[in-house]
């Protein structure tokens, strides 16, 4: 089955970084345009990050953008997001999908101090 597998997640301080990162297995990776998402609690399910197949693109999320970065690796199969200047409101569990193959991560918990 096609996996992904995120980890990087943790407990940050507000103006902090983490950088998360996601391993793809069992499906053609290098074909995938890759998503990140977000869930805080209680909400709703919140697009953050996209990268094209090759990386030759990426979009944000305005509440993301300016300060999270998103990339890839196809030789090893793994999408990154960088985050810098965290704040509370990023305080979510950070999902990455293959969202066009419905191929989905377990997700991995961020959790920024007030």
């Known amino acids: 089955q096609a996996q992904l597998v995120e980890s990087g997640g943790g407990l940050v301080q507000p103006g902090g970084s983490l950088k998360l990162s996601c391993a793809a297995s069992?499906?053609?990776?290098?074909?995938?345009?890759m998503t990140w998402y977000r869930r805080a609690p209680g909400k709703e399910r919140e697009f953050v990050a996209n990268?094209?197949?090759?990386?030759?693109?990426?979009t944000y999320a305005d509440s993301v953008k300016g300060r999270f970065t998103i990339s890839r690796d196809n030789t090893k199969n793994m999408v990154y997001l960088q985050m810098n200047s965290l704040n509370p409101e990023d305080t979510a569990v950070y999902y990455c999908?293959?969202?066009?193959?419905?191929?989905w991560g377990q997700g991995t918990q961020v959790t920024v101090s007030s």
């Open positions: 990268i094209s197949s090759d990386g030759g693109w990426t």
């Open positions: 999908a293959a969202t066009a193959l419905q191929v």
């Open positions: 069992r499906f053609s990776f290098s074909r995938a345009r």
